[in-house]
């Protein structure tokens, strides 16, 4: 069965926009952080430190507004791996309303020379429990 991690997030001065509600590059900025999180928590066991990932595409759906001081839960799980890119999923709810959902294309990267290599058994092994 599929887990999902979970990450709290606290909406800041810093995170409104003009609106008066999260700024949309918020939750992009928000994506990369609860993905870093994630990753380094499933891999800090496991001897990874020659690969790191990159963003290759990111799609959101906005489904909601979040204001200063709300409390955000961000969701997320691992979708199709093969090659050198994984899908990771994201979804953003204030207690039960969905905010945002979005869907982001990662490329597996050697760490000293910055090309793409393909996602291998020691990093599917890793992903699993997410998928």
Do not use: C
Not at 9 to 32: G, Q, R, S
Not at 93 to 112: G, H, M, P, R, S
């Amino acid at each position: 069965m599929m887990q999902k991690f979970s990450l709290e997030l606290t909406i800041h001065k810093e995170d409104i926009d003009d609106l008066n509600h999260v700024n949309n590059a918020v939750y992009v900025k928000w994506m990369n952080d609860v993905a870093k999180t994630h990753w380094t928590l499933l891999s800090k066991n496991h001897d990874l430190d020659d690969y790191i990932w990159v963003v290759s595409r990111h799609e959101i759906d906005y489904k909601s507004e979040a204001f200063f001081g709300d409390k955000i839960t961000a969701k997320t799980w691992v979708g199709e791996t093969r090659g050198v890119t994984s899908e990771r999923f994201i979804e953003f709810y204030k207690n039960e309303v969905l905010l945002a959902k979005a869907k982001t294309i990662w490329v597996l990267l050697d760490a000293k020379s910055f090309r793409p290599v393909r996602i291998r058994e020691n990093i599917l092994k890793v992903l699993e429990p997410f998928k």
